[in-house]
């Protein structure tokens, strides 16, 4: 929902700079966004990985939605968490196709990856189905969004130069340093809490949102230790959102 309110926000802004023949301001814009962007999806993405089963448990084990249920549903969901940067991305770059009055290739690349899904889904059935399950689905509808952004990125930077590929590879190092601390506390919390043994709807919920703010407050604090430029940007996006 955050790429979707972004890349509404940043459509205007680019079709400006398109029409007014600022591209580069443009492609600064784009790669600002997606470096924002992937320093709140990329911890959500571990968050979601890691601490799948509790989500689950948390909202969803009741009544009829018995522990098996619950198994199955956090399998999947490790594998939709794995691209969930990658939905976002392709919420950013999409836009940038429109600001330049180009809507043929992304249904174009749309209509690839919707190719490569149904080749990943069926080789998947067949030869990983025992091992995947039921998130064979999910594990093809992540690589083929990061297939989507990745063809996405490379035409358009064959088009129009340089998207500030090094920049944002920066970025991505430090947020991994950044995701591997909040990694190592949700793993630690996780052990000591006992979650499994806690019957308690209300104490299970306690102790995932304290897991939850405890590995966030990690991944912010290695963030100001490692002066990465998209915490001040995020934080101040925040407040203007609130005002």
């Known amino acids: 929902s955050y790429a979707i309110a972004m890349s509404t926000a940043l459509l205007p802004t680019m079709s400006r700079q398109a ?15 997606l470096r924002i962007v992937s320093f709140i999806t990329i911890p959500a993405a571990v968050g979601l990985i890691l601490l799948r089963r ?22 999947a969901l490790l594998f939709y968490s794995v691209g969930l940067p990658a939905y976002a991305a392709i919420k950013l770059i999409t836009p940038m196709y429109y600001s330049t009055q180009d809507t043929a290739t992304p249904a174009r690349v749309g209509a690839y990856a919707l ?50 590929g090094r920049a944002i ?23 000591f809490a006992n979650f499994d043994m806690t019957q308690s709807l209300i104490a299970r919920a306690g102790l995932l949102a304290g897991t939850i703010v405890a590995a966030t407050s990690a991944y912010f604090g290695v963030a100001w230790a490692l002066r990465c430029d998209e915490l001040p940007e995020f934080l101040l996006l925040l407040r203007r959102g609130g005002s």
């Open 19 to 33: 029409a007014d023949g600022r591209v580069g301001e443009m492609k600064h814009t784009f790669a600002f966004s």
């Open 54 to 75: 509790p989500i689950v448990q948390v909202l969803f084990q009741h009544g009829k939605f018995v522990a098996e249920s619950t198994a199955l549903t956090a399998h």
């Open 115 to 164: 190719g490569v899904n149904i080749a990943l889904n069926t080789c998947f059935l067949f030869f990983l189905f025992r091992y995947l399950s039921n998130a064979t689905p999910a594990l093809a509808s992540s690589l083929t969004a990061y297939f989507n952004f990745a063809l996405l990125f490379v035409i358009f930077r064959k088009r129009y130069g340089l998207l500030g």
């Open 169 to 191: 590879s920066a970025s991505m190092v430090k947020m991994a340093a950044c995701a591997v601390a909040m990694a190592a506390v949700c793993l630690t919390a996780m052990h």
